[in-house]
């Protein structure tokens, strides 16, 4: 299970190198694909939620370039305003402001679409730089559609604590889709992802906590180790159905686990019910998942083990979603060269509970104060143009 | 794993024999409903790639998820 | 167990070789078109047969396929152009109800006959099996060329048929 090795596509390619695939994408018979549309969306973002308020803008802009080509390219900032619980215990609130931009373009060939993609993510410690390459195929009359897909990220963490400090991450990820056509009124859809990361992988600032009985209150903090290396695996199924009526519902689950010990387990379900030009959304989203092997919220003594982790996310917890959303579609006669328009207002609320992380600011013995949970409030507001 | 390799090449192997003898059950011409954008599952990209990162930024699992995003230093 | 994943590699590769085999979808067809009656938007029916003596164009459409909503000007052009030499077109809808026809002809109006094939008899007789698709019909009533979907510059294609039928003389 520790071995960083992603089996199936790797391996199929690896024997007959890019052979399989490339005959796979041959062999699927002609049948033409179709570019995504062009689009120019305009996003809003906010996130509130355990002291943590990040907003800020998306905007994405796609383009059909001659009779092959659409290109796009995104612009997105997170503002971040921290004051998590992680951070008032261990440091001090901050501000700080992330950007990330990408771009890519799909190259439609007969039956083909390929996918070429560079995002690159920066903040004032941390750039990341991301590739991601993938090939669709529509085979069955249309009614199948195959993707592959393979992405690469270099990553550089550094710290503004310690300006010396600087190490690398990377990852690897490999991606397998089908998408099926069930019935007149049905689609369904398989995905299965392995990624790999090498590297640093955890939080510079991040700490631990053990048990001390010669501090004051009565445990200390030591920096976190996690492995340099973690493979995982997700697969995930997902279904859209059309109801007797114009509205849809969906639903989907992903399994997840890794080997740091994680499992966990993503269960969604939605319904859209549109009235004339206007649409309401409908969601629940319930997600639960196991600790990894090296986290404890509180360990017996310093240097209790080889890796420690006591980040929140890689603790037992489960959390809830509930979702509203409202959109207005405008221009639907086209104006001068737009062919429609769209305005939604998203509304997330994200219940968190955890199992086996504590709030050491909620008082009590150390190992008995209580379990840390918190809402979180996600409001998106979009803007999206046709042409 | 080697199990896992087994079945999955054994499934690619039975979609594209398949590709010529199996019969489209859903006909072209009747796809409409399909085509519906309410039927799309990635209809607006833009914020489905934002509500996958804040899960992705807060919980241990990733992947399978749709967008193919990048890292990022979010704890 | 290594060697029988190395069979199967092996089937594998050896099936999408013969799925290579398969015969293309789109490019030449022959035989006789078969012969059919659709009404057209004025509620008149018109019959293949009766068109024997021209170069007739069939293009199955809908408008909730992109393709197929990009396709129709260029097909108005190439009426418009060869009408005189003996060339007609006709747009067959193959939607239940001809209501988002109606609406979307009003925005992008053309002159060739629209024909509505709402329970879907024709296009299961021509087995169209993508969206949309285009037959070529010439003066003795034999299909010629045939084509699935829609991409940029097959319109060109087209013109380049139509004019080869056309000088084709019964």
């Known amino acids: 299970m520790l071995r960083a090795v992603p089996e199936v596509v790797v391996a199929a390619t690896r024997q007959q190198p890019g052979l399989l695939v490339l005959l796979l994408l041959l062999a699927a018979g002609a049948r033409a694909g179709v570019l995504p549309e062009d689009r120019a969306d305009a996003l809003y973002h906010y996130y509130d939620g355990g002291g943590v308020q990040i907003d800020g803008p998306s905007l994405l802009m796609r383009k059909q370039v001659g009779q092959q080509f659409s290109v796009f390219g995104n612009y997105y900032v997170d503002t971040i305003s921290s004051a998590s619980i992680d951070v008032v215990t261990t440091a001090s609130a901050y501000d700080e402001e992330r950007t990330e931009y990408s771009v890519g373009f799909d190259y439609l060939r007969a039956d083909t679409i390929m996918s070429f993609s560079y995002g690159n993510s920066d903040e004032d410690d941390y750039q990341a730089d991301t590739f991601n390459f993938g090939i669709a195929q529509e085979i069955f009359s249309g009614l199948t559609t195959i993707s592959l897909g393979y992405g690469k990220g270099s990553d550089t963490v550094r710290s503004n604590v310690d300006s010396s400090f600087e190490e690398d991450a990377d990852k690897q990820s490999y991606r397998l889709g089908i998408s099926q056509i069930i019935t007149r009124n049905m689609l369904a859809s398989v995905n299965y992802e392995v990624i790999t990361d090498e590297g640093f992988l955890n939080n510079p600032y991040r700490s631990v906590r053990y048990l001390d009985p010669t501090s004051g209150t009565g445990f200390s903090f030591q920096p976190e180790v996690y492995p340099n290396t973690r493979t995982s695996n997700a697969v995930a199924v997902r279904s859209r159905y059309f109801l007797p009526y114009r509205a849809a519902v969906h639903g989907g689950y992903r399994y997840f686990t890794d080997d740091w010990d994680i499992d966990a387990h993503t269960a969604e379900i939605g319904y859209t019910q549109p009235f004339g030009a206007w649409s309401l959304d409908l969601g629940y989203r319930f997600y639960t998942q196991t600790s990894a092997e090296f986290y404890s919220d509180l360990f017996p003594y310093e240097d209790a083990q080889n890796f420690l982790a006591r980040d929140k996310e890689l603790s037992s917890f489960d959390s809830h979603t509930l979702r509203l959303g409202v959109s207005y579609d405008f221009l639907q006669d086209g104006y001068q060269f737009l062919e429609k328009g769209s305005v939604k207002l998203f509304y997330d609320r994200i219940y968190f509970n955890y199992d086996d992380f504590r709030n050491i600011n909620g008082g009590g013995n150390p190992g008995e104060e209580p379990l840390y949970d918190f809402e979180a409030d996600v409001i998106q507001f979009l803007f999206s143009f046709w042409f | ?75 | 167990m290594k060697r029988l994943q190395s069979k199967l590699h092996k089937l594998s590769v050896l099936a999408i070789m013969l799925a290579l085999v398969l015969p293309a979808q789109a490019g030449e067809v022959a035989g006789p078109a078969p012969d059919f009656t659709l009404l057209g938007r004025d509620g008149q029916p018109v019959t293949l047969s009766e068109l024997r003596g021209q170069v007739v164009l069939i293009n199955f459409w809908a408008t909730w396929c992109g393709p197929c909503r990009k396709e129709m000007p260029l097909l108005e052009a190439l009426y418009q152009r060869y009408e005189a030499l003996g060339f007609t077109l006709l747009g067959v809808n193959v939607e239940e109800a001809g209501t988002d026809a109606e609406a979307f002809l009003k925005e992008t109006p053309v002159s060739f006959p629209v024909l509505f094939d709402p329970e879907n008899q024709v296009s299961e007789l021509y087995e169209v099996s993508a969206m949309p698709s285009t037959v070529l019909v010439d003066r003795e009533g034999n299909m010629r060329f045939l084509h699935h979907g829609y991409q940029d510059g097959y319109e060109d294609i087209y013109q380049d048929q139509i004019r080869s039928l056309v000088r084709e003389r019964i």
């Not at chain 2, 390799?5 to 192997?13: A, D, K, N």
């Open chain 2, 1 to 75: 794993m080697s199990q896992l390799r087994i079945t999955l090449t054994f499934c690619l192997v039975l979609v594209v024999t398949g590709c010529g003898s199996v019969e489209p059950w859903v006909k072209p011409y009747e796809r409409d409903r399909l085509a519906d954008p309410i039927m799309s599952f990635d209809r607006d990209p833009v914020s489905n790639g934002y509500i996958n990162h804040v899960y992705e930024a807060r919980e241990g699992a990733r992947g399978a998820s749709g967008s193919s995003g990048g890292g990022c230093g979010c704890n």
